[in-house]
């Protein structure tokens, strides 16, 4: 088993910018591939952006990239996603998870583990 907790969402105003982190406990944080995701009421769930086990590769949804960036940090067992140039349709449910594979990081079923969430909120 993974735990996950995410942390550091909260409200910003559009143009602003958010530093969210994820805490990994239980299994070996390094075997697995991370997630971010999101999800605005009504919504379904959307990729955000991932990275691989070693940090050495990246995946964005084209909707944050330039704006987002995902990194890791092993020793921390901690994974982390920068937010700047807020915008309101930013404005969701982040969650990040945790998959043993990299190459279905854009797909839910690639993910193992999944966190509770954290809101963003983003004011015009």
């Known amino acids: 088993q993974v735990q996950l907790v995410e942390s550091g969402g909260g409200l910003v105003q559009a143009g602003g910018s958010l530093r969210l982190s994820c805490a990994a406990s239980g299994r070996t944080f390094s075997n697995y591939a991370m997630g971010w995701w999101r999800q605005a009421p009504g919504k379904e769930r959307e990729f955000v952006a991932a990275i691989s086990w070693s940090g050495s590769s990246t995946n964005y949804a084209d909707s944050v990239k330039g704006r987002f960036t995902i990194s890791r940090d092993n020793a921390k067992n901690t994974v982390y996603l920068q937010m700047n140039t807020l915008k309101p349709e930013d404005a969701a449910v982040y969650y990040c998870?945790?998959?043993?594979?990299?190459?279905?990081?854009?797909?839910?079923?690639?993910?193992?583990?999944w966190g509770q969430g954290t809101q963003v909120t983003v004011s015009s």
């Open positions: 998870a945790a998959g043993l594979g990299f190459t279905r990081a854009t797909m839910t079923g690639g993910y193992d583990y």
